[in-house]
């Protein structure tokens, strides 16, 4: 039976067997109507469960995730606070821990010592070459585009927007690119909260903690050797967890809004004429799919720090709250008419808010756009190649990822750098017979050491290629 209105799940006397799962099969197919079930059910702050028994409020009116988002004071993003965690409620192994267990980095901090972390990470991401990062990002993209576009067909989850990330982080982390594969791989599989999540985030930290050591000897210009010589005076496992913190949602929320971007330019007529009339620009897209389909769905937590109310709802000091970015995005109260574009309107909850706000939400844009640019580019004539109804997502408690997005085009010559544009052209329709290459030679390679000084390409938008190919093609 679902607690009232004024009981916390934390404090119920029943058990919580009657409580919705964010682990359970319901929101793993569908976690935007779970939301709006709930709303409907218990309004803007619903009672929801992480696994058996660990209780937790759910947040799904707009206004009320700012409220706790900007409200430090009430609302603590220090898991130290957590009830069942101080009771001793929550186990050792709980994969919940990679995630919410209190570390010594800023998304766990109030306060001064929140300023502190905060500023080494900030001061340091501003460091940051824009123009260099959007350098790699092509780069990368190009790399990746040369691993498929002689075939006429890709996948382009796996084999593009779960890949480029990763290898856009390890750059600015000062990493080796063969560390992306790997490290793609754990990140996923703990922020998911799988049964190998702990295992996974050990491998994450033992890698950063390697780089860091050998940043500390051998610094470079990177974000592990900036946080390290910042006048915050990090410690070593502070660098360490907010390299860490750099990884996770970077990876993850890049991922996600790059599949997502993509789907939608590829499915929605609107947005494809749109695109192609000119009257959209691709940044306008993105903040759209940030609205509709946030990279994460729920963002962990905040803790009460006090007895309070929210939402109508009696909340008890050390209780949990979950950030509903996804459904306080949609909330009826803000858009009543989902149906109206929201791109140029960067008020959604995407990337949270308050003093906790994503500090790199720059960057993760200036991927998605600059490498699906890049793409379209590439392949101008690009196009889903199965209906749209066989597109499969699955959720997690936090996400909710496209499984695969198969397309289709004429297939073209890899492209030799990053500024040779002769890949816009069709192959030849007999394409010459490709060389054996040895166990572990890398085929289709690409002139690293030529390509790195390479300005980036002009930004020809990809619709003003297709024009020029098929203008080229009828005469």
């Known amino acids: 039976m679902t607690p009232p209105p004024d009981q916390c799940p934390a404090h119920a006397q029943s058990p919580l067997a009657g409580v919705v799962d964010l682990f359970g099969s319901e929101n793993e197919k569908d976690p935007m109507g779970l939301y709006e079930r ?11 469960r992480l ?52 570390q010594p980095m800023c ?57 480029l990330p990763m290898l856009v982080l390890t750059q600015v982390l000062g990493m080796p690119d063969e560390y992306g594969p790997r490290l793609v791989e754990a990140t996923r599989d703990l922020m998911k909260g799988s049964d190998t999540a702990l295992r996974s985030d050990r491998y994450v930290t033992d890698t950063l903690r390697h780089l860091v050591e050998r940043k500390r000897a051998e610094p470079g210009e990177d974000l592990a050797s900036w946080l390290l010589g910042h006048p915050s005076e990090l410690t070593e496992e502070e660098v360490v967890q907010h390299l860490r913190l750099v990884l996770l949602t970077g990876n993850e929320t890049t991922t996600n809004l ?35 389909e946030p990279p994460l769905t729920v ?17 008890k000091a050390g209780d949990m709250l ?24 960067r008020s959604h ?30 392949l101008p004539d690009l196009r889903l190649d199965v209906p749209e109804t066989e597109l499969n997502w699955v959720a997690s408690w936090i996400s ?39 166990d572990d030679e890398e085929a289709l390679p690409v002139d690293e050491a030529a390509t790195a000084a390479m300005p980036p390409p002009a930004r020809v938008p990809w619709w003003t290629a297709l024009w020029r190919w098929l203008r080229g093609t009828a005469s």
């Open 322 to 345: 979950l950030l509903g970015l996804a459904a306080g995005n949609v909330d009826p109260a803000i858009r009543p008419d989902l149906g109206a574009p929201m791109y140029g309107n």
């Open 38 to 48: 709930l709303r409907t059910e218990h309004g803007p702050v619903a009672p929801v």
């Open 299 to 315: 963002v962990p937590g905040r803790w009460a720090t006090g007895d309070t109310e929210l939402g109508g709802r009696r909340i």
């Open 400 to 438: 909710r990822h496209l499984v695969a997005l198969p397309v289709a085009f004429m297939p073209r010559r890899p492209a030799t750098d990053p500024v040779d544009t002769s890949g816009l052209l069709p192959a030849p329709r007999t394409r010459p017979a490709r060389a054996v290459l040895a």
């Open 51 to 102: 696994g058996d028994d660990v209780p937790a409020w759910l947040l799904l009116g707009y206004r009320e995730n700012l409220e706790v988002a900007r409200t430090p004071s009430r609302f603590s993003r220090d898991s130290r606070y957590w009830s069942a965690w101080a009771e001793g409620r929550i186990p050792d192994d709980s994969p919940l821990l990679p995630v919410v267990g209190w």
């Open 258 to 292: 790059m599949a997502n971007t993509l789907r939608m330019v590829l499915t929605d007529p609107r947005f494809r004429a749109s695109l192609a009339g000119g009257h959209m620009t691709l940044p306008d897209v993105i903040e759209h799919v940030l609205w509709n």
């Open 349 to 378: 909850l995407s990337f949270s808010g308050g003093p906790h706000e994503c500090p790199g939400q720059d960057i993760g844009r200036a991927i998605a756009d600059t490498a699906i640019d890049t793409l379209l580019l590439r």
């Open 107 to 163: 998304t766990f901090a109030d306060g001064d010592e929140h300023e502190r972390l905060r500023a080494a990470l900030t001061d340091s991401m501003n460091r940051v070459d824009r123009r260099g990062i959007r350098r790699h990002i092509t780069r990368f993209t190009h790399r990746l585009v040369n691993e498929f576009c002689a075939e006429g067909q890709a996948e382009l989850v796996t084999g593009f927007a779960q890949r």
